[in-house]
């Protein structure tokens, strides 16, 4: 028999095995635990056939549906009520175990019955209330045709009977075909099988005291060593101790021996009270085994997070921090003392790794945090370390306190040094805003610097001057590029030997330059861009052929006192710029952002000269 069902069966061995065990369990069953004509006190075989079809793709389930009524049938008509009613009963069982797997799938496809309390909740209502309640339509009508009684009754048997099979056998029965355990269990060993026997032992002699015994009620009595078998081996442990607890109940009260309720008379009353307490207990104690077990694999999981944070924040060199919902430090990392510069931080504000100027920025990024948990919010601040400046970089991120909407348990925060990154950075600005051939600002520089000055012209005035270098075409004609762009470098150190904090000098491009001069008056600004038309001048220059060359300079300058557009001011310094090289170049031309007519000095060779 074995064979045949492996080579016709989908699931080879195992529905086999699984099809061999529904025999005998159903068999076992009808025979011991039927009292008179009524109905089995308690039917495994459902948990069985849910087992056998939820392993195998929907697809083949059929054929197995068919063996295992086959096999309902003939344990039916052996032990039970015969074979006028098998076929019937045996369409009955199959029926209840295709809606609770079918159920099983549907409600929870991550297979989790036996892991969360949500998928335990589906387990109980799948396999202990709605495929009994549809199977005990037509399965109590059936027997209520043969046997004495209403359907009601007979209904109200079968579906406990049934229920209880199926919660009590499902958990065993589907770990066992499926050689699953739980998350974080160790595998199955001589140690903890000593330990379920011993925890099996436990139950069944506080369950045989109770129930050997008729003198004293101490049905309580067998919950304390089965919620201890659950809480340490879980579901495992719960079903183990249910089974030994059924099984000696049963006995009891099929022999006689013991099991007595004085205001339960009858045997049917007694059956019904001993169905009603096997699934008070099994109600109690599968779901409390899952959510212990559940509450354990939290606590494993913490330690894991706690064991890889500490690796973590111990060998890693940025400082980790977390912070209580006042923004204090109640955990910092090892790499937290050296980028803060103290060496207790335990307790103070986020503040202490940086300037006492950035501490406004330092709370506003925290309220920032706070406001949207879960965002990460980047600071990025200069800090000094004994007479080195470095950059540090915090990411803080607001913790949500559990359950509680708009409010934060804390804050996780990471800080690190980012100098070298923010060197590379600076240096990428800096490049991106140098004349690659002068080292002087570029014009991307200068207008930006001219901006900023022209937001606030009103209030500081400020001189502004374009220098052009006259007939600069000349010499790279004459003396070549290589000639023209040395000329361009000395020219721009000229202007490096005059540059000071409130002097800008910038090359717009080819031969025109210019400079912003804060807090010069006009006479000032004259005076100085005469100097630098005379240092141009000054300059004695190499040509190719050994021979030597010289340039002067043209400059156009305008006071700016209002605020204007970078446009206009250019426009105001290049009026007088051409009426200067207009002039004969070699000389200051001055304007006003609202004077027409420039005023044009002397030729700077000539007033040396002089």
Not at 137 to 156: D, S
Not at 182 to 194: D, E, F, S
Not at 518 to 545: F, Q, S
Request: hydrophobic share 50%.
């Amino acid at each position: 028999m074995m064979r045949w069902i492996e080579s016709h069966i989908p699931g080879g061995r195992k529905t086999a095995l699984l099809a061999l065990a529904f025999f005998a369990v159903t068999s076992l069953t009808i025979a011991l635990t039927r009292f008179g004509d009524a109905l089995a006190l308690v039917w495994f075989g459902t948990a069985i056939l849910v087992t056998a079809l939820i392993a195998l793709p929907r697809a083949h389930w059929t054929p197995v549906i068919w063996c295992f009524a086959a096999l309902s049938a003939v344990a039916t008509s052996l032990f039970g009520f015969g074979p006028h009613m098998a076929l019937q009963l045996a369409a009955a069982n199959v029926f209840e175990g295709y809606v609770i797997a079918r159920l099983l799938l549907a409600l929870r496809p991550q297979r989790d019955w036996l892991e969360s309390v949500d998928g335990m909740i589906v387990l109980i209502v799948a396999g202990g209330i709605v495929g009994p309640a549809l199977a005990a339509i037509p399965g109590a009508f059936m027997v209520a045709l043969v046997t004495p009684g209403g359907w009601l009754p007979h209904a109200v048997d079968w579906v406990a009977s049934h229920a209880l099979g199926t919660l009590l056998g499902f958990p065993i029965v589907y770990l066992t075909a499926s050689h699953a355990r739980p998350k974080g269990a160790a595998a199955v060993g001589l140690p903890l099988i000593l330990e379920g026997t011993a925890h099996a032992l436990t139950v069944g002699a506080v369950t045989a005291l109770v129930f050997l015994q008729a003198q004293l009620p101490l049905l309580f009595l067998p919950i304390v060593p089965l919620l201890f078998a659950a809480f340490r081996l879980g579901r495992t442990g719960a079903s183990i101790g249910l089974i030994t607890i059924a099984v000696i109940a049963i006995g009891s009260l099929s022999t006689g021996a013991g099991f007595s309720l004085p205001v339960l008379n009858a045997f049917g009353d007694k059956v019904l009270f001993l169905q009603f307490y096997l699934a008070v207990l099994l109600l109690l104690a599968l779901p409390v085994s899952v959510a212990l077990k559940q509450r354990q694999l939290l606590f494993d999981e913490l330690e894991e997070q706690r064991a890889l944070k500490g690796l973590i924040s111990d060998h890693s060199d940025d400082a980790l921090l977390n912070l209580d919902s006042a923004g204090l430090v109640r955990f910092a990392s090892p790499a937290s003392e050296r980028l803060s510069g103290r060496e207790e931080l335990i307790g103070r504000p986020l503040t202490a790794f940086f300037e006492p100027l950035d501490e406004a920025l330092v709370l506003s990024v925290l309220g920032h945090a706070a406001n949207e948990p879960g965002r990460t919010c980047v600071l990025e601040r200069p800090v000094l370390r004994g007479y080195e400046q470095i950059w540090l970089e915090a990411r803080v991120r607001a913790v949500p306190l559990a359950k509680t909407a708009g409010r934060i348990a804390g804050y996780a925060v990471t800080i690190r040094d980012v100098t070298a990154s923010k060197q590379a950075e600076l240096r990428a600005l800096q490049e991106a805003d140098t004349d690659a051939l002068t080292g002087l600002p570029n014009r991307r520089a200068f207008l930006r610097h001219l901006d900023a000055q022209l937001a606030y012209a009103a209030d500081r005035p400020f001189v502004f001057a374009i220098i052009d270098l006259d007939r600069f075409k000349c010499v790279n004609d004459t003396h070549g590029h290589d000639a023209g762009d040395m000329a361009l470098r000395r020219v721009a150190a000229a202007m490096g030997r005059l540059s000071a904090p409130e002097r800008f000098f910038a090359r717009l491009g080819g031969d025109e330059f210019a400079l912003i001069a804060e807090n010069h008056d006009p006479a000032e600004a004259v005076a100085l861009c005469e100097e630098l038309c005379a240092a141009v001048a000054a300059l004695d220059l190499p040509a190719p052929d050994d021979s030597t060359f010289s340039l002067t300079a043209s400059v156009g300058l305008a006071r700016i006192d209002r605020p204007c557009s970078a446009s206009l001011a250019l426009q105001a310094a290049d009026g007088p710029l051409y009426a200067a090289k207009s002039g004969g170049g070699d000389r200051v031309g001055v304007a006003t952002a609202t004077r027409t007519q420039p005023k044009i000095g002397r030729p700077v060779s000539s007033n040396r000269a002089a």
